[in-house]
Every structure is written in C-alpha cells, then in structure tokens.
C-alpha cells in the first residue's frame, strides 16, 4: 500500500470525510497535509462491497499514530511477532504427526482415524484464516490476535489432556479454527507498518514470513519425532500449547497497527461521536465472500490456489508417506523418520539463492528497463522460477516413488526431499508475490484469504487417504500417482506467462 497526499482541508469547521463516514468517525478537520492508508467501505451494499476498493484513511503527515511512523525497533519487534504466531499455528498441524501410532494404541482407533486430528486441524486453519481476513478488517489487528490464541491454547490444553478420541478430534478442530487467523492478520500487520512495495526492510519481512511459514510445515514432523523419543504423545501437544503461550502473553503487549481502528479509538478518547458497527456486518460477510468469489470468477485466482494446494498437499501426503515408506522399507525409527524432513529444509534453504538468481536475471532487469521507457514491468516476468519449478515438482515425486526399493540405498528417496523442498519455497513464494502484484493492496489480501483457504482446504484430506492409497496400490505407485496430479500443473505457469494480459482484462476486480 502506497502512501499517498491528499488535499487540506480547512480547521474552522467540521468536515467529515468520506471515509471518516463510511467507518463512522466524526472529526474535525486539519490544515495539515495528510498520508493516506486504504480502508474498506461500511455504506455500501453487500454486491458493490464485494468488488468494491478501499478508500483511504488519513493521518496528517508525520503523526506519531500512523504505524509507518512508529521507529524501525519497534516496527520490527511486531513484525516479529507476526511472523512467530502465524509460524505457531502452521507448526501445530505436523507437530502431530509422530503421535498418530501412540493414538492408534491408547483410543484403540483406526490408522485413518488417529491420522484425522491433523487433518482437522488443517482444516480449521483454512477456515479460521478466511474468517480472521473479515474480523481482521472489522475490528482491527491486536483484538484477533487476544481473542483467538487464548481460545487455540485452551483448545491445545484439551486436546492434550483428552481420555477419549472424539475430545482430541473436535478441541484440535477448534484448536487449528482459532489458529489460523494469525494467518490472516499477520499479512495485514505488515502491510499496516510497512509499505512493503518500496520499503527494503518490509520487503525482507515479508519474504521472512513467507519462509518461516514454508519452514514450520517441514520443521513440524522434526519437532514432534524429537519429542517422542522422551515423551508420550501428549507432549506433542503441550509443546505446541507452551508455544502458543507465548504468544498469548505477547499479543496482549503489542499494539494495534490498523489504521482504522486507530482512528475509532482516538476518536474515542476525544469524546467525538463514533457510529455503532451495524454496517460492519455487511463488510463481515464482503470479506468472507470475496475470496471465495474470486476462487470462482477470477481467471487467475483458482489456478494459482490449485498449484499452492496440490503443493502444499504433497507434503501432507509425505506426513504419512514417508513413515510408511521408511519403516517398513529401511527399517527407521521414527525419531529417524522424522530427520528425514530436513532434506526438504535444505532444498528449502537452497531455493533462496535460486529465486534470487532468477530474479537479478530477469525480474529486476524487467523492471529496470520499464522505468527506463516509463512503464510498468508485467507482473508476469516473476514467473520465470516457478515456470521451472513446475517440471521440476513431479521428477521430485517420481524420484520419491521409484528410489525407495530395498536394494535402493536409503539415502536416494531422502535426496528427493531436497529438490521437492526447493520447489515447495518456490512456488509457495513466487506465486503469491505474482497474486500481489496483479492485484495489489486492493484484493490481495482477499486473493492471499482464498488461496489460503483452498490449499488448506484440499491439504487436509491428504493424509486421510494416503495411508489407505498406498495399501490399494502400494508405495511407489501411490506417490506416482502424485506425481501424476503435479505434471497437470505444468501448464498453469506457462498459460500464466503467455496470455497473463489476456486473462487479467477479464477480471472483473481489475476492471478500473
């Protein structure tokens, strides 16, 4: 989000701005130029908010309350915290992962049904990620984040203490729902502090955020093995519960940083008329439907979830494959199994100077051209690392599925995890940034919410079915048949590059 001037307006006389309005603040004017920070519309109709764009938020120039004003330190302690509770609710799915035969044993339930606490709790957080996007543009940032832990860490609590399995399934359920909306908010802090387009410092935040989410989904299953060696299955859970602990604490510390809540508060404390919320109800459901309007309208929206999901689904899948693979193949502990993810964290590592290579090669020299014509660089020319890691995604899988022989040392199936995990960051990362730059501050959060949502939504089946895929038709062929889902997402990237332009003017979000 830019900061931009708008015109002064006079101090004799009350003025109330649009905005002011639409959020229903009634302040008085200033003589003093004013930057500017999008908002949404609360006077609107639920059709035109759907598609409509967010007005600005005024502070007058150089006002302590204006989060971009705030000091670098501080701007980066909650940054900080941002990027650490949406890393804790990410964790909280494959720090269970270790845990799933001890559950077998001790509720007497099925593989299937001991593998579903993960899965349900991914799939809260897709849902707990949708509908923080819509508290988030309500109420504000901080009162999520001291509404929701609590709730995920009481629900952790129970789930942890659980004596019987239908307590464990519904309190990670609602556990993973109230989760995910650090998902959510920690976007739109950063965006509240930083202008995250031209600032280097929230640039770096950001690709920080992306990474640590990418690491906790790997880091996970590390974790949760480590844990059991010493522990019972419980201790899966308390960890994550001290975790979130933390969090807690913290999220009653840092301060609000969205703009218009600010404004309601100091209008507040001025004694100024502030207008109840009704109408926020109307922005409530905007937000909700939005995304999963695009998912269905958008051109680009629903391919690029299905890359981030079919991604992201595979290394569910591998939560249940690898233990699978390995115990029964090579004979692992699974303390072993569990280090076996770290190939994944070094491809992961690896990716980032790949990325950074592509994008000195081609991105930046894209954009420094533009400047030099003055136009603008298609957003188009960031694809260029995952139109590569693409093909690269299902050579990954059928490596995994054909490596992993007896007579096969056990050291080739792991390798494979380090060309998959640089695929994982480069698709989880470059296309997103492709989503933000087509869309922008106006609907990138409503497409990061969607794509958030489907990915979520699809991963957590994944483990339910993977067990019983590869007792259909066995290990290779069960992750060949993965590899099978990932070469039909070759072309998305490449349709992209080609006729980007051609399907962005079908938008009916970008028409203005």
């Not at 001991?114 to 707990?128: C, D, E, K, R, W």
């Not at 100077?353 to 894209?366: C, H, N």
Request: charged letters at 10%; aromatic letters at 12%.
């Amino acid at each position: 989000m830019e900061m931009t001037t708008t015109a002064a307006v006079t101090l004799a006389k009350p003025i109330i701005s649009s905005q002011e309005r639409d959020f229903g603040l009634d302040t008085a004017g200033s003589s003093i130029e004013k930057t500017s920070i999008p908002m949404t519309k609360v006077d609107m109709t639920f059709g035109a908010l759907m598609i409509s764009r967010p007005e600005p938020v005024e502070f007058e120039e150089g006002d302590e309350g204006n989060p971009r004003n705030w000091t670098i330190g501080r701007k980066c302690i909650i940054t900080a915290f941002a990027i650490y509770a949406a890393s804790v609710a990410i964790i909280g799915a494959p720090i269970y992962t270790a845990a799933i035969p001890s559950i077998e044993v001790q509720f007497h339930v099925s593989t299937t049904l001991a593998i579903a606490p993960l899965s349900l709790f991914a799939y809260g957080i897709g849902f707990g990620a949708l509908l923080g996007t819509a508290a988030c543009e309500i109420m504000g940032r901080r009162i999520v984040y001291r509404v929701t832990f609590p709730l995920a860490l009481i629900f952790t609590i129970v789930g942890g203490s659980a004596q019987n399995f239908a307590t464990l399934a519904v309190s990670r359920t609602l556990a993973g729902l109230f989760a995910g909306p650090s998902l959510a908010v920690g976007v739109g802090v950063m965006n509240d502090l930083w202008n995250v387009s031209l600032d280097k410092v929230g640039t770096t935040f950001v690709v920080l955020y992306a990474v640590f989410l990418i690491f906790g989904t790997q880091i996970g299953p590390m974790a949760s093995a480590s844990l059991l060696r010493d522990h019972s299955w419980r201790w899966t859970l308390w960890a994550l519960a001290i975790l979130l602990g933390t969090t807690v604490i913290a999220g009653f510390i840092v301060p609000e940083t969205y703009a218009p809540e600010i404004q309601r508060s100091r209008a507040k404390k001025n004694k100024l008329s502030v207008a109840n919320r009704g109408a926020s109800f109307n922005i409530f459901l905007a937000s909700i439907g939005r995304p999963l309007h695009m998912l269905l309208v958008e051109p680009l929206v629903l391919p690029s979830g299905l890359v981030l999901a079919v991604t992201q689904s595979v290394v569910f899948a591998y939560y249940i494959a690898y233990a699978l693979l390995f115990e029964e193949v090579y004979n692992f502990t699974q303390f072993q199994v569990g280090m076996a993810f770290g190939a994944l964290v070094v491809g992961s590592i690896l990716a980032v100077p790949v990325m950074g290579i592509f994008d000195r090669l081609t991105y930046q020299k894209a954009r420094d051209a533009a400047i030099r014509s003055g136009t603008t660089v298609l957003p188009e020319k960031r694809l260029y690392p995952t139109m590569l890691s693409v093909i690269l995604f299902p050579i990954s899988l059928f490596w995994l599925a054909w490596s992993g022989r007896p007579h096969i040392h056990w050291v080739a199936p792991v390798l494979s995890g380090v060309l998959f995990g640089l695929v994982y960051v480069i698709n989880m990362m470059v296309i997103p940034a492709y989503n933000n730059d087509v869309y922008a501050a106006h609907y990138g959060p409503s497409v990061m919410a969607a794509t958030t949502f489907l990915r979520f939504t699809i991963s957590s089946c994944f483990p339910l079915f993977t067990a019983q895929v590869v007792n259909d038709l066995g290990i290779s062929w069960a992750i060949t048949l993965l590899g099978f889902i990932a070469v039909a997402m070759i072309p998305i990237p490449w349709v992209f590059f080609k006729w980007g332009p051609v399907l962005r003017s079908k938008s009916r979000y970008l028409k203005d």
